[in-house]
């Protein structure tokens, strides 16, 4: 459990965004991310196109860089498969679905049940954007001490992510315009996803002032994970 108190007590310092490779799925994918440093790498765990199993997590994780975070992504799961899947060496789970608020207590309170120091296991909870005529409903306030991070990504009534699309950053500008300063002071962070890319992501940066960039299909080519698009977008943030 050292490697895992060592590295999540010390995720939120610093002021440049962080960086997430999400959908990684081979060994390959590992040697690469290995080499670029994100600070997190995403795993699939949850019905898709990139989805990896128990077996091959395990697998996946042994061999991923130590100064690396592994974040584990669900939809509608039961909290006890969660928990499971935390042993292959997981630190983040990141709820993606539709789970209820009552959900994230059972969760956490879970979590405390079994490792006792939640900030051994963090939780990531995604807060899915729709369009301007469907303005953002959301009680930040409801998660405090539920999660650790909010993850911002595009609605989609026909999927969980993964679409490779932007949402109207301004809309979560107008509606969460508190939660910039709140990433500013070290509260509950923002983590955006949905379409950034290399072309865009210093315009999300300016505009938002996120904690951690979360990127997944504009690094890839032909649905593979490209070494070139990942170290450019990493470059980018890095700035």
């Known amino acids: 459990m050292a490697r895992m108190e060592e590295n999540v007590k010390g995720i939120y310092a610093g002021q440049t965004p962080k960086v997430k490779i999400c959908g990684i799925r081979t060994l390959e994918d590992v040697r690469i991310i290995n080499e670029l440093k994100p600070d997190f790498a995403g795993f699939v765990l949850a019905p898709s196109k990139r989805q990896v199993s128990l077996s091959e997590l395990k697998i996946l994780i042994a061999s991923l860089d130590k100064k690396i975070i592994p974040v584990g992504v669900f939809v509608n799961q039961d909290p006890d498969l969660l928990l499971r899947v935390v042993e292959a060496g997981l630190q983040i789970l990141q709820i993606h679905g539709d789970e209820p608020l009552e959900y994230m207590r059972q969760l956490k309170n879970k979590i405390l049940e079994k490792y006792q120091d939640h900030r051994q296991v963090m939780i990531w909870k995604v807060v899915r954007v729709g369009p301007a005529a469907n303005p953002i409903v959301f009680d930040a306030s409801a998660f405090q001490g539920l999660v650790d991070g909010f993850v911002y990504d595009k609605y989609d009534p ?12 301004k809309l979560l500008q107008r509606n969460q315009s508190s939660q910039i300063e709140k990433n500013k002071v070290g509260d509950i962070p923002m983590i955006l996803a949905g379409g950034l890319n290399e072309e865009n992501v210093a315009s999300a940066i ?4 996120p904690y951690c960039l979360d990127v997944s299909s504009s690094v890839e080519t032909e649905g593979r994970k490209d070494p070139d698009k990942m170290k450019r977008f990493i470059n980018r943030v890095r700035a």
């Open 206 to 209: 300016t505009l938002l002032h």
């Open 158 to 169: 026909e999927t969980y992510g993964g679409t490779g699309e932007s949402f109207d950053w």
